[in-house]
Protein backbone atom coordinates (compact mmCIF):
# COMPACT_ATOMS: atom_id res chain seq x y z
CA UNK A 1 0.00 0.00 0.00
CA UNK A 2 2.81 2.09 1.08
CA UNK A 3 5.08 1.67 -2.22
CA UNK A 4 1.90 2.06 -4.32
CA UNK A 5 1.45 5.50 -2.96
CA UNK A 6 4.96 6.22 -3.40
CA UNK A 7 4.56 5.59 -7.34
CA UNK A 8 1.50 7.51 -7.32
CA UNK A 9 3.13 10.48 -5.45
CA UNK A 10 6.55 10.36 -8.31
CA UNK A 11 3.84 9.67 -10.88
CA UNK A 12 2.04 13.24 -9.99
CA UNK A 13 4.95 14.93 -9.86
CA UNK A 14 6.47 14.55 -12.94
CA UNK A 15 2.84 14.95 -14.43
CA UNK A 16 2.64 18.67 -12.76
CA UNK A 17 5.95 19.40 -14.15
CA UNK A 18 6.69 21.89 -16.23
CA UNK A 19 8.34 20.29 -19.47
CA UNK A 20 8.20 23.38 -21.47
CA UNK A 21 10.50 24.85 -18.92
CA UNK A 22 13.78 24.78 -20.97
CA UNK A 23 14.26 23.71 -24.57
CA UNK A 24 15.77 20.27 -24.15
CA UNK A 25 17.78 21.65 -27.75
CA UNK A 26 19.18 24.41 -25.66
CA UNK A 27 19.66 22.25 -22.38
CA UNK A 28 21.52 19.34 -25.35
CA UNK A 29 23.89 22.20 -26.48
CA UNK A 30 25.24 23.24 -23.09
CA UNK A 31 25.80 19.81 -22.32
CA UNK A 32 28.32 19.12 -25.25
CA UNK A 33 29.47 22.83 -24.93
CA UNK A 34 30.54 22.32 -21.35
CA UNK A 35 32.30 18.80 -22.25
CA UNK A 36 34.23 21.01 -24.77
CA UNK A 37 35.58 23.37 -22.73
CA UNK A 38 36.26 20.46 -20.31
CA UNK A 39 38.60 19.11 -23.38
CA UNK A 40 40.75 22.22 -23.32
CA UNK A 41 42.28 21.22 -19.76
CA UNK A 42 44.45 18.20 -21.85
CA UNK A 43 44.63 21.73 -24.26
CA UNK A 44 46.45 23.79 -21.85
CA UNK A 45 48.29 20.97 -20.58
CA UNK A 46 49.59 19.80 -24.04
CA UNK A 47 50.71 23.82 -25.11
CA UNK A 48 52.29 24.35 -21.92
CA UNK A 49 54.22 21.41 -22.14
CA UNK A 50 55.74 21.70 -25.32
CA UNK A 51 56.58 25.18 -24.85
CA UNK A 52 58.45 24.23 -21.72
CA UNK A 53 61.65 22.94 -21.50
CA UNK A 54 61.76 18.41 -21.49
CA UNK A 55 63.04 18.33 -18.06
CA UNK A 56 60.14 20.44 -16.60
CA UNK A 57 56.99 19.36 -19.21
CA UNK A 58 55.55 16.98 -17.69
CA UNK A 59 55.28 18.83 -14.77
CA UNK A 60 53.18 21.73 -16.14
CA UNK A 61 50.90 18.79 -17.40
CA UNK A 62 50.35 17.62 -13.73
CA UNK A 63 50.06 20.66 -12.51
CA UNK A 64 47.12 21.66 -14.95
CA UNK A 65 45.47 18.02 -14.28
CA UNK A 66 45.27 18.53 -10.37
CA UNK A 67 44.22 22.44 -10.59
CA UNK A 68 41.54 21.05 -12.39
CA UNK A 69 40.34 18.88 -9.64
CA UNK A 70 40.87 21.02 -7.02
CA UNK A 71 38.79 23.82 -9.21
CA UNK A 72 35.84 21.22 -9.12
CA UNK A 73 36.10 20.67 -5.79
CA UNK A 74 36.00 24.69 -5.02
CA UNK A 75 33.37 25.05 -7.56
CA UNK A 76 31.38 22.48 -5.68
CA UNK A 77 32.10 23.54 -1.91
CA UNK A 78 31.31 27.22 -2.05
CA UNK A 79 32.88 28.84 -5.21
CA UNK A 80 29.43 28.72 -7.27
CA UNK A 81 27.38 30.08 -4.32
CA UNK A 82 30.09 33.01 -3.80
CA UNK A 83 30.41 33.75 -7.69
CA UNK A 84 26.41 33.39 -8.70
CA UNK A 85 24.34 33.21 -5.76
CA UNK A 86 21.45 35.92 -6.56
CA UNK A 87 20.85 36.67 -2.70
CA UNK A 88 23.70 38.30 -2.27
CA UNK A 89 23.49 42.39 -2.48
CA UNK A 90 26.71 44.04 -2.44
CA UNK A 91 27.82 43.90 -5.07
CA UNK A 92 31.03 42.66 -4.34
CA UNK A 93 30.54 38.38 -3.81
CA UNK A 94 28.29 36.04 -2.90
CA UNK A 95 27.04 34.13 -0.32
CA UNK A 96 26.76 30.86 0.76
CA UNK A 97 23.15 30.40 0.04
CA UNK A 98 24.47 27.52 -2.63
CA UNK A 99 27.32 25.98 -0.28
CA UNK A 100 27.71 22.77 -1.41
CA UNK A 101 25.03 23.11 -4.25
CA UNK A 102 22.46 23.47 -1.73
CA UNK A 103 18.99 23.93 -4.12
CA UNK A 104 20.66 24.34 -7.48
CA UNK A 105 18.28 21.74 -9.31
CA UNK A 106 15.61 23.08 -11.63
CA UNK A 107 15.14 26.76 -10.88
CA UNK A 108 16.09 29.06 -14.15
CA UNK A 109 19.96 29.78 -13.99
CA UNK A 110 20.90 33.58 -12.87
CA UNK A 111 23.16 33.77 -16.04
CA UNK A 112 19.89 32.84 -18.31
CA UNK A 113 16.35 31.58 -18.41
CA UNK A 114 17.11 29.05 -21.02
CA UNK A 115 18.85 26.73 -18.98
CA UNK A 116 18.09 25.20 -15.44
CA UNK A 117 20.33 26.24 -12.54
CA UNK A 118 22.06 22.89 -11.80
CA UNK A 119 23.69 23.02 -15.81
CA UNK A 120 24.53 26.59 -15.37
CA UNK A 121 26.69 25.81 -12.16
CA UNK A 122 28.46 22.77 -14.47
CA UNK A 123 29.42 25.40 -17.70
CA UNK A 124 30.76 27.92 -15.20
CA UNK A 125 32.68 25.29 -13.46
CA UNK A 126 34.48 24.38 -16.53
CA UNK A 127 35.23 27.97 -16.77
CA UNK A 128 36.90 28.32 -13.78
CA UNK A 129 38.53 25.40 -14.68
CA UNK A 130 40.42 26.86 -17.62
CA UNK A 131 41.10 29.88 -15.80
CA UNK A 132 43.40 28.03 -13.19
CA UNK A 133 44.97 26.07 -15.86
CA UNK A 134 45.87 29.37 -17.75
CA UNK A 135 46.92 30.57 -14.12
CA UNK A 136 49.60 27.67 -12.96
CA UNK A 137 51.51 28.25 -16.17
CA UNK A 138 53.27 31.08 -13.76
CA UNK A 139 55.19 28.15 -12.28
CA UNK A 140 56.86 27.26 -15.52
CA UNK A 141 60.46 25.54 -14.52
CA UNK A 142 61.08 26.82 -11.28
CA UNK A 143 57.38 26.80 -9.01
CA UNK A 144 56.73 24.00 -6.58
CA UNK A 145 53.65 21.99 -7.44
CA UNK A 146 51.87 21.59 -3.77
CA UNK A 147 51.89 25.42 -2.66
CA UNK A 148 50.56 26.10 -6.44
CA UNK A 149 47.66 23.88 -6.06
CA UNK A 150 46.75 25.39 -2.09
CA UNK A 151 47.35 28.76 -3.40
CA UNK A 152 45.02 27.50 -6.67
CA UNK A 153 42.07 26.75 -3.91
CA UNK A 154 42.44 29.71 -2.21
CA UNK A 155 42.91 32.01 -5.61
CA UNK A 156 39.75 30.39 -6.93
CA UNK A 157 37.96 32.04 -3.94
CA UNK A 158 39.24 35.19 -3.38
CA UNK A 159 40.14 36.28 -6.98
CA UNK A 160 37.55 34.87 -9.27
CA UNK A 161 34.89 34.52 -7.69
CA UNK A 162 34.65 38.03 -6.85
CA UNK A 163 35.42 38.43 -10.74
CA UNK A 164 32.90 36.18 -11.86
CA UNK A 165 30.72 38.00 -9.40
CA UNK A 166 31.15 41.62 -10.72
CA UNK A 167 29.88 41.01 -14.15
CA UNK A 168 27.58 37.92 -14.63
CA UNK A 169 25.74 38.04 -11.35
CA UNK A 170 22.36 39.95 -11.21
CA UNK A 171 23.71 42.24 -8.09
CA UNK A 172 27.41 42.82 -8.70
CA UNK A 173 28.21 45.75 -9.89
CA UNK A 174 29.86 45.56 -12.94
CA UNK A 175 26.27 44.06 -14.21
CA UNK A 176 24.20 46.75 -12.92
CA UNK A 177 27.15 49.40 -14.40
CA UNK A 178 25.95 47.98 -18.15
CA UNK A 179 29.72 46.24 -18.64
CA UNK A 180 29.92 43.99 -21.47
CA UNK A 181 31.75 41.15 -20.54
CA UNK A 182 30.13 37.91 -22.86
CA UNK A 183 32.52 35.56 -22.01
CA UNK A 184 35.01 36.44 -19.26
CA UNK A 185 37.51 39.16 -20.43
CA UNK A 186 37.24 39.71 -16.96
CA UNK A 187 37.15 36.67 -14.38
CA UNK A 188 39.04 34.76 -17.27
CA UNK A 189 41.57 36.41 -19.26
CA UNK A 190 42.38 39.25 -17.15
CA UNK A 191 42.36 37.16 -13.98
CA UNK A 192 44.41 34.32 -14.89
CA UNK A 193 46.83 36.52 -17.24
CA UNK A 194 47.41 38.94 -14.76
CA UNK A 195 47.16 36.98 -12.35
CA UNK A 196 50.35 34.71 -13.72
CA UNK A 197 51.73 37.73 -14.16
CA UNK A 198 52.02 38.69 -10.34
CA UNK A 199 53.10 34.78 -9.52
CA UNK A 200 55.77 34.99 -11.76
CA UNK A 201 56.83 38.23 -9.80
CA UNK A 202 56.60 36.48 -6.60
CA UNK A 203 58.65 33.59 -7.50
CA UNK A 204 61.48 35.10 -9.23
CA UNK A 205 63.51 34.98 -12.23
CA UNK A 206 64.98 31.86 -13.63
CA UNK A 207 68.55 31.61 -12.68
CA UNK A 208 70.68 33.05 -16.01
CA UNK A 209 71.72 29.77 -17.25
CA UNK A 210 68.40 28.48 -17.65
CA UNK A 211 67.58 31.66 -20.12
CA UNK A 212 70.18 30.82 -22.36
CA UNK A 213 69.19 29.02 -25.46
CA UNK A 214 65.76 28.99 -24.68
CA UNK A 215 63.40 26.89 -26.64
CA UNK A 216 59.98 24.75 -26.73
CA UNK A 217 60.78 20.98 -26.26
CA UNK A 218 57.86 19.74 -28.57
CA UNK A 219 56.48 22.34 -30.74
CA UNK A 220 54.11 19.78 -32.13
CA UNK A 221 52.79 19.27 -28.70
CA UNK A 222 52.33 23.37 -29.09
CA UNK A 223 50.38 23.00 -32.27
CA UNK A 224 48.31 19.62 -30.77
CA UNK A 225 47.40 22.06 -27.68
CA UNK A 226 46.40 24.98 -29.63
CA UNK A 227 44.05 23.13 -31.95
CA UNK A 228 42.73 21.26 -29.17
CA UNK A 229 42.38 24.92 -27.34
CA UNK A 230 40.91 26.20 -30.55
CA UNK A 231 37.64 23.52 -30.55
CA UNK A 232 37.13 23.56 -26.87
CA UNK A 233 36.91 27.73 -27.24
CA UNK A 234 34.04 27.20 -29.57
CA UNK A 235 31.94 25.35 -27.23
CA UNK A 236 33.21 28.18 -24.63
CA UNK A 237 31.81 31.53 -26.55
CA UNK A 238 29.54 29.52 -29.05
CA UNK A 239 27.66 28.17 -25.22
CA UNK A 240 27.98 31.55 -23.47
CA UNK A 241 25.20 32.40 -25.19
CA UNK A 242 23.19 29.98 -23.36
CA UNK A 243 21.01 28.58 -26.24
CA UNK A 244 21.14 26.83 -29.55
CA UNK A 245 20.42 29.87 -31.13
CA UNK A 246 22.12 32.73 -34.04
CA UNK A 247 23.99 34.89 -31.21
CA UNK A 248 25.76 31.00 -30.12
CA UNK A 249 26.80 30.56 -34.29
CA UNK A 250 27.63 34.52 -34.50
CA UNK A 251 30.21 33.87 -31.62
CA UNK A 252 31.25 30.45 -33.41
CA UNK A 253 32.34 32.70 -36.16
CA UNK A 254 33.39 35.99 -34.89
CA UNK A 255 35.96 33.23 -32.79
CA UNK A 256 36.94 31.38 -36.16
CA UNK A 257 37.92 34.74 -38.10
CA UNK A 258 39.91 36.48 -34.99
CA UNK A 259 41.63 33.12 -34.15
CA UNK A 260 42.70 33.25 -38.11
CA UNK A 261 43.59 36.81 -38.34
CA UNK A 262 45.50 36.56 -35.51
CA UNK A 263 47.78 33.83 -36.06
CA UNK A 264 48.16 35.23 -40.01
CA UNK A 265 49.24 38.86 -38.43
CA UNK A 266 51.63 37.07 -35.74
CA UNK A 267 53.10 34.68 -37.77
CA UNK A 268 54.10 38.14 -40.31
CA UNK A 269 55.78 39.87 -37.83
CA UNK A 270 57.89 37.05 -36.72
CA UNK A 271 58.97 36.07 -40.14
CA UNK A 272 59.55 39.94 -40.75
CA UNK A 273 62.30 39.62 -37.82
CA UNK A 274 63.53 36.44 -38.88
CA UNK A 275 62.72 35.52 -42.21
CA UNK A 276 60.84 32.20 -40.87
CA UNK A 277 57.15 31.25 -40.45
CA UNK A 278 57.13 29.99 -37.36
CA UNK A 279 55.16 27.60 -35.77
CA UNK A 280 54.97 28.31 -32.41
CA UNK A 281 54.32 32.71 -33.38
CA UNK A 282 51.26 30.92 -35.44
CA UNK A 283 50.05 29.43 -32.45
CA UNK A 284 50.85 31.94 -30.19
CA UNK A 285 48.44 34.83 -32.94
CA UNK A 286 45.70 32.39 -32.87
CA UNK A 287 45.91 32.13 -28.90
CA UNK A 288 45.69 35.94 -28.86
CA UNK A 289 42.67 35.88 -31.33
CA UNK A 290 40.61 33.61 -29.65
CA UNK A 291 41.12 35.51 -26.11
CA UNK A 292 40.00 38.51 -27.57
CA UNK A 293 37.14 37.02 -29.12
CA UNK A 294 35.90 36.04 -25.57
CA UNK A 295 34.86 38.92 -24.06
CA UNK A 296 33.34 40.27 -27.51
CA UNK A 297 32.41 37.35 -29.99
CA UNK A 298 29.19 37.83 -28.81
CA UNK A 299 28.60 41.49 -29.09
CA UNK A 300 30.38 42.13 -32.81
CA UNK A 301 29.72 41.74 -36.18
CA UNK A 302 32.25 39.62 -38.34
CA UNK A 303 33.40 42.74 -39.80
CA UNK A 304 34.50 44.15 -36.75
CA UNK A 305 35.90 40.30 -35.49
CA UNK A 306 38.15 40.79 -38.52
CA UNK A 307 39.39 43.97 -37.06
CA UNK A 308 39.65 42.54 -33.72
CA UNK A 309 41.99 39.34 -35.17
CA UNK A 310 44.35 41.61 -36.98
CA UNK A 311 44.79 43.98 -33.56
CA UNK A 312 45.09 41.81 -30.77
CA UNK A 313 47.69 39.54 -33.34
CA UNK A 314 49.58 42.48 -33.43
CA UNK A 315 49.34 43.73 -30.07
CA UNK A 316 49.82 40.97 -27.95
CA UNK A 317 53.14 40.18 -30.05
CA UNK A 318 54.89 43.36 -28.89
CA UNK A 319 53.70 42.87 -25.79
CA UNK A 320 55.50 40.03 -25.30
CA UNK A 321 58.50 42.02 -24.61
CA UNK A 322 56.27 43.70 -21.55
CA UNK A 323 58.16 40.93 -19.54
CA UNK A 324 61.44 41.88 -20.34
CA UNK A 325 60.37 45.79 -19.18
CA UNK A 326 59.04 44.56 -16.31
CA UNK A 327 61.71 42.45 -15.42
CA UNK A 328 59.26 39.32 -14.68
CA UNK A 329 60.06 35.96 -15.60
CA UNK A 330 56.55 35.53 -17.38
CA UNK A 331 57.81 32.41 -18.89
CA UNK A 332 54.91 31.55 -20.81
CA UNK A 333 53.76 34.96 -21.80
CA UNK A 334 50.38 34.76 -19.61
CA UNK A 335 49.90 38.69 -20.06
CA UNK A 336 51.13 39.25 -23.48
CA UNK A 337 48.60 36.22 -25.03
CA UNK A 338 45.58 36.05 -21.99
CA UNK A 339 45.34 39.63 -19.72
CA UNK A 340 46.58 41.99 -23.21
CA UNK A 341 44.29 40.20 -25.18
CA UNK A 342 41.30 39.79 -22.76
CA UNK A 343 42.22 44.35 -22.93
CA UNK A 344 42.03 44.15 -25.89
CA UNK A 345 38.16 42.35 -26.47
CA UNK A 346 36.89 44.38 -24.02
CA UNK A 347 37.62 47.65 -25.57
CA UNK A 348 36.44 46.27 -28.88
CA UNK A 349 33.03 45.91 -27.35
CA UNK A 350 33.15 49.92 -26.13
CA UNK A 351 33.49 50.21 -30.06
CA UNK A 352 32.16 48.42 -31.81
CA UNK A 353 29.40 46.25 -29.69
CA UNK A 354 25.82 45.74 -31.59
CA UNK A 355 22.34 45.56 -29.75
CA UNK A 356 21.23 43.52 -32.92
CA UNK A 357 24.07 40.99 -32.18
CA UNK A 358 22.87 40.53 -28.96
CA UNK A 359 19.34 40.42 -29.32
CA UNK A 360 19.87 37.27 -31.44
CA UNK A 361 19.40 34.51 -28.77
CA UNK A 362 16.11 36.33 -28.06
CA UNK A 363 16.78 37.06 -24.65
CA UNK A 364 18.61 40.50 -23.76
CA UNK A 365 16.79 42.47 -26.27
CA UNK A 366 17.55 45.60 -24.60
CA UNK A 367 21.14 46.01 -24.03
CA UNK A 368 22.38 48.54 -25.76
CA UNK A 369 25.32 48.29 -27.82
CA UNK A 370 29.46 50.71 -28.25
CA UNK A 371 29.69 53.59 -30.75
CA UNK A 372 28.60 51.78 -33.31
CA UNK A 373 25.01 51.92 -31.63
CA UNK A 374 25.83 55.59 -30.57
CA UNK A 375 26.50 54.49 -27.48
CA UNK A 376 29.28 56.73 -26.66
CA UNK A 377 29.50 56.16 -22.34
CA UNK A 378 30.18 52.37 -23.51
CA UNK A 379 34.22 52.97 -23.58
CA UNK A 380 34.53 54.82 -20.61
CA UNK A 381 32.37 51.26 -18.76
CA UNK A 382 35.04 49.09 -20.52
CA UNK A 383 38.09 51.19 -19.58
CA UNK A 384 36.65 51.62 -15.69
CA UNK A 385 35.86 47.84 -15.96
CA UNK A 386 39.03 46.99 -17.14
CA UNK A 387 41.66 49.03 -14.78
CA UNK A 388 39.14 47.48 -11.54
CA UNK A 389 39.84 43.60 -12.34
CA UNK A 390 43.96 44.29 -13.29
CA UNK A 391 44.37 46.13 -10.05
CA UNK A 392 42.44 43.47 -8.51
CA UNK A 393 43.60 40.87 -9.66
CA UNK A 394 47.42 41.94 -9.59
CA UNK A 395 47.49 43.00 -5.86
CA UNK A 396 45.17 39.78 -4.37
CA UNK A 397 47.52 37.72 -6.74
CA UNK A 398 50.89 38.87 -5.37
CA UNK A 399 49.44 39.18 -2.02
CA UNK A 400 47.81 35.90 -1.56
CA UNK A 401 51.75 34.16 -3.02
CA UNK A 402 53.51 36.42 -0.58
CA UNK A 403 51.64 34.74 2.64
CA UNK A 404 51.83 30.94 1.51
CA UNK A 405 55.54 31.51 0.07
CA UNK A 406 55.94 33.01 4.12
CA UNK A 407 54.59 29.51 5.27
CA UNK A 408 57.25 27.05 6.17
CA UNK A 409 57.15 23.87 3.75
CA UNK A 410 55.56 25.90 1.80
CA UNK A 411 57.99 28.06 -0.31
CA UNK A 412 56.46 28.59 -3.84
CA UNK A 413 60.24 28.44 -5.59
CA UNK A 414 62.28 24.90 -6.04
CA UNK A 415 65.79 24.95 -4.81
CA UNK A 416 68.90 25.94 -7.68
CA UNK A 417 69.52 22.43 -7.58
CA UNK A 418 66.18 21.55 -8.59
CA UNK A 419 66.11 24.07 -11.30
CA UNK A 420 68.92 22.99 -12.85
CA UNK A 421 67.77 19.63 -12.35
CA UNK A 422 64.35 19.78 -13.67
CA UNK A 423 61.35 19.66 -12.11
CA UNK A 424 60.31 16.64 -13.43
CA UNK A 425 62.96 14.77 -11.72
CA UNK A 426 62.58 16.77 -8.10
CA UNK A 427 59.01 17.03 -8.04
CA UNK A 428 57.20 14.11 -10.44
CA UNK A 429 59.52 11.16 -10.74
CA UNK A 430 58.28 10.40 -14.33
CA UNK A 431 58.96 12.40 -17.41
CA UNK A 432 57.30 13.20 -20.57
CA UNK A 433 59.78 12.05 -22.83
CA UNK A 434 61.99 9.54 -21.40
CA UNK A 435 64.94 8.71 -23.80
CA UNK A 436 68.61 9.04 -24.47
CA UNK A 437 69.85 12.45 -25.31
CA UNK A 438 71.39 13.36 -28.84
CA UNK A 439 72.52 16.53 -28.17
CA UNK A 440 72.38 19.36 -31.24
CA UNK A 441 75.47 19.99 -31.50
CA UNK A 442 76.90 17.57 -33.91
CA UNK A 443 80.14 18.21 -33.08
CA UNK A 444 79.42 17.15 -29.37
CA UNK A 445 79.09 13.69 -30.05
CA UNK A 446 80.18 10.75 -32.15
CA UNK A 447 78.95 7.30 -32.74
CA UNK A 448 81.95 6.04 -30.86
CA UNK A 449 80.82 8.38 -28.27
CA UNK A 450 84.14 10.34 -27.89
CA UNK A 451 82.88 13.98 -26.96
CA UNK A 452 84.90 16.06 -30.01
CA UNK A 453 83.13 19.23 -28.96
CA UNK A 454 84.83 19.00 -25.50
CA UNK A 455 81.44 17.64 -24.11
CA UNK A 456 81.28 13.52 -22.87
CA UNK A 457 78.38 11.56 -23.72
CA UNK A 458 74.96 10.97 -22.10
CA UNK A 459 74.45 7.92 -19.71
CA UNK A 460 71.51 6.14 -21.34
CA UNK A 461 68.24 7.31 -20.20
CA UNK A 462 69.78 10.34 -18.86
CA UNK A 463 66.67 13.27 -19.44
CA UNK A 464 68.75 16.77 -18.88
CA UNK A 465 71.36 16.92 -21.36
CA UNK A 466 73.93 16.38 -18.48
CA UNK A 467 76.64 13.95 -18.30
CA UNK A 468 76.00 11.29 -15.62
CA UNK A 469 79.04 12.01 -13.37
CA UNK A 470 80.38 8.34 -12.43
CA UNK A 471 80.57 7.84 -15.93
CA UNK A 472 82.19 11.49 -16.48
CA UNK A 473 84.74 10.51 -13.86
CA UNK A 474 85.00 7.46 -16.02
CA UNK A 475 85.81 9.11 -18.83
CA UNK A 476 88.57 11.26 -17.26
CA UNK A 477 90.24 8.58 -16.31
CA UNK A 478 90.24 6.97 -19.53
CA UNK A 479 91.41 9.55 -21.39
CA UNK A 480 94.37 10.47 -18.62
CA UNK A 481 95.77 6.73 -19.04
CA UNK A 482 95.58 6.88 -23.06
CA UNK A 483 97.53 10.32 -22.74
CA UNK A 484 99.99 8.60 -20.02
CA UNK A 485 103.91 8.27 -20.94
CA UNK A 486 103.45 4.38 -20.93
CA UNK A 487 100.89 4.44 -22.65
CA UNK A 488 102.08 6.94 -25.89
CA UNK A 489 104.99 4.71 -26.43
CA UNK A 490 102.33 1.60 -26.52
CA UNK A 491 100.57 3.23 -29.07
CA UNK A 492 104.26 4.67 -30.72
CA UNK A 493 105.83 0.82 -31.11
CA UNK A 494 102.13 -0.22 -32.49
CA UNK A 495 102.09 2.55 -35.27
CA UNK A 496 105.37 1.69 -35.97
CA UNK A 497 105.06 -2.12 -36.68
CA UNK A 498 101.95 -1.92 -38.57
CA UNK A 499 103.60 0.37 -40.48
CA UNK A 500 106.58 -2.42 -40.81
CA UNK A 501 103.56 -5.22 -41.79
CA UNK A 502 102.67 -2.92 -44.16
CA UNK A 503 105.89 -1.92 -46.03
CA UNK A 504 106.76 -5.88 -46.35
CA UNK A 505 103.17 -7.05 -47.59
CA UNK A 506 103.90 -4.09 -49.97
Given at each position: MVLTENVLGVLNAILKRDTTQFDRGDVSFIIVAGAMVSFMIPGLAFLYSGLARRKSALTLIWAVTASN???????????????????????????????????????????????PDLLYAFYQMEFACVTVGILVGGIAERGRVLPAIIFTFL????????????PWNINGWAFKYGVLDYAGGGPVEIGSGVGGLAYAWVLGRRQKEELLNFRP????????????????????????AFGANLRAIMAVWNSMIAAAFG?????????RLERKYTMVGFCSGTIAGLVAATPASGYIHPWAAVIMGIISGAVCNYATKVKSLLRVDDALDLFAEHAVGGILGLLMNGFFASSSIIALDGVNTNVPGGWVDHHWKQLYIQVAYICATCSYSFVVTALLAKCINAIPGLQLRTTAEGEKLGLDEVEIGEFANDYIEVRRDFMDWTTFGNGVGGHGPNAAGDRHGQPDLAQQGQQENLRTEELSPHNTDEIHEKSLESSQADAGSA
Open positions: AVCIFQWYFWGYSLAFSPTATNGFIGNLAHFGLMNVLGDPSPGSPLIWMTLVYCPLACWHNVSMVNLGTFILWFGWLGFNGGSGIVWCLLDY
